[in-house]
């Protein structure tokens, strides 16, 4: 997609937690446990900490993701910390200008508006959000103006205000997994992340498209990409396969319509899944790195070779806390922020 090759020390990293809830855990230890990553990411080097709104997920902590940033935030000191995504359709524009503005205001210059358009949930738990039903995500290149309109310094003068907010310089991100997103962000010249980690075959469809079509704005004068990716990574490839059995039992949960909390590992999914079902979750899955340093570090620089991205924002799900810090541990030795 580029003619620059980036080298992996050249491309800024990141990670994406959903707070996993594991078999036979709790929220409250989920939170601890993402503090705990988000405070050595910090050190390693990794350039921002994204949570992810989802509901009625048994396995993911991050429904309340406002609530979530701060608390993380609050327990770090420089990384910067965000939604990746708010799921737009979800609120009120001017809710959540007014919750991000109070972020920005509590933890300046550290805050991220990741900004998504699907519901990050089903049907009846889209109506139990208080949400028109026919609301499809079509308004929200009309949500997303109103939201920014908020945030103007100029908004001051309007009849309703958001307070804190207004005149709040917090950037916008939009996030996609179709062209949609691609090409509003290109219009308005923002930043755009893809979320390769579940969609992976729209990826350089929609990188290329809005590297296209960017048109410069007052926010960014050349376009910047963001992918996401799942990363397992371990000391060896038999654990780090071992590893990535719980998030592959997880995917097959939400395929079969039952989703759970994360379960423990497996030695073989072979007497788990059907064949049909195999190929549904590989398909998916097909953007993510499982294997020991070497081969993470061979198929990150062939992810970045194939997308241009100017950032990778990792997701690494696993059962076992001390095992998923490791992985991030490794990426960041990897890819040299951490020597």
């Known amino acids: 997609m580029s003619q620059h090759h980036k080298k992996l020390s050249e491309v800024s990293y990141s990670v994406l937690d959903l707070v996993p809830i594991t078999k036979g855990g709790s929220p409250a230890q989920s939170f601890k446990n993402s503090l705990d990553l988000a405070q050595h990411v910090e050190q390693w080097g990794y350039r921002r900490y994204w949570l992810a709104e989802h509901h009625n997920m048994p396995g993911i902590g991050s429904s309340a993701t406002s609530v979530v940033i701060g608390y993380i935030a609050g327990g770090t000191s420089t990384i910067r910390v965000g939604s990746g995504g708010i799921m737009l359709p979800n609120h009120s524009p001017l809710v959540i200008a007014e919750q991000f503005g109070t972020l920005e205001a509590m933890y300046p210059g550290r ?11 089903d049907q009846s738990t889209m109506l139990a959000l208080r949400r028109d039903p026919r609301a499809n995500g079509h308004d929200f290149p009309d949500q997303l103006q109103q939201l920014r309109s908020y945030l103007d310094e100029n908004s001051r003068h309007n009849r309703v205000r958001a307070i804190p907010g207004e005149g709040q310089d917090i950037p916008i991100w939009l996030l996609g997994s179709s062209g949609f997103s691609s090409a509003l962000a290109a219009k308005l010249g923002l930043p755009f992340s ?7 075959e729209h990826t350089v469809a929609a990188l290329t498209q809005y590297k296209s079509q960017f048109q410069p704005s007052d926010v960014l004068d050349k376009p910047y990409a963001m992918a996401g990716i799942n990363v ?3 000391d060896t490839t038999e654990e780090a396969e071992y590893l990535a059995t719980s998030f592959q039992q997880q995917f097959l949960s ?29 398909k998916q899955l097909n953007a993510s790195i499982i294997g020991n340093p070497d081969e993470v570090r061979e198929k990150l620089q062939a992810f970045i070779d194939n997308t241009g991205a100017d950032e990778l924002i990792i997701n690494t799900t696993m059962y076992d806390h ?7 541990e490794l990426v960041a030795e990897i890819t040299g922020m951490k020597n």
């Not at 805050?111 to 949930?121: E, N, T, V």
């Not at 893809?194 to 992976?200: E, G, K, Q, R, T």
């Not at 039952?258 to 590989?282: C, D, F, R």
């Not at 001390?322 to 991030?328: F, G, I, L």
């Open 111 to 121: 805050i991220d508006l990741g900004l998504g358009r699907a519901p990050g949930s």
């Open 194 to 200: 893809f979320a390769s980690h579940f969609a992976p």
């Open 254 to 282: 939400l395929i079969r319509n039952h989703p759970g909390q994360i379960p423990p590992p497996v030695e073989s999914m072979e007497n788990i899944w059907t064949e049909y079902e195999k190929a549904l979750v590989m």
């Open 322 to 328: 001390k095992a998923r810090v490791r992985s991030y």
């Open 232 to 234: 397992f990574a371990a």
